[in-house]
């Protein structure tokens, strides 16, 4: 009987195993993606609840409503986004290697979206929320040699 329950636990994967750097990565992501769903979700909300106001600040005849319709796609988008970048953070966590190819998916998608919002004369923070995104699928990427 202890033989099978030692089998068992053999397979799972340990996370004896998975170097700090991915631990530390993983909950920096975990705070991150978590920190920009929840910033979309609040502009989202505003939007929609000051969308009249939204409409007469920009001085637009077209119905406000189209603008927060959009910006709810944006927010699905993002929250996917940030969904996969979790999920592929917390397998890697566990030492599993199919984490980074979850993680890489969404977080590219990121990097390539704010790459394509600043080409003209795009904001600092852009390029710097840019590197950061990129330069984590980097560590993560070279840490792969040390997962399963």
Same mark, same amino acid.
């Given at each position: ?23 530390? /990565? ?5 705070? %991150?993606? %978590? ?7 609040? &502009? ?27 910006? /709810? ?34 977080? %590219? ?18 390029? &710097? ?7 984590? &699928? ?11």
């Amino acid at each position: 009987m202890s033989d099978f329950t030692e089998v068992l636990e053999s397979n799972e994967p340990s996370q004896q195993n998975v170097p700090e750097v991915v631990k530390v /990565l993983a909950i920096f992501s975990y705070i %991150g993606n %978590g920190f920009w769903i929840l910033a979309f979700l609040v &502009i989202y909300m505003m939007m929609r609840m000051n969308s009249n106001e939204l409409a007469a600040l920009m001085n637009i005849n077209m119905a406000s409503d189209y603008f927060v319709n959009i910006f /709810l796609i944006v927010f699905i988008l993002a929250s996917i986004l940030g969904g996969l970048c979790i999920y592929g953070a917390a397998l890697m966590s566990k030492g599993l290697k199919k984490g980074f190819t979850f993680y890489a998916i969404g977080n %590219g998608i990121w990097v390539l979206i704010l790459l394509i919002g600043s080409l003209e004369n795009g904001p600092l923070s852009n390029y &710097i929320i840019l590197l950061i995104s990129a330069v984590f &699928i980097l560590v993560f990427g070279m840490q792969l040699k040390h997962l399963r």
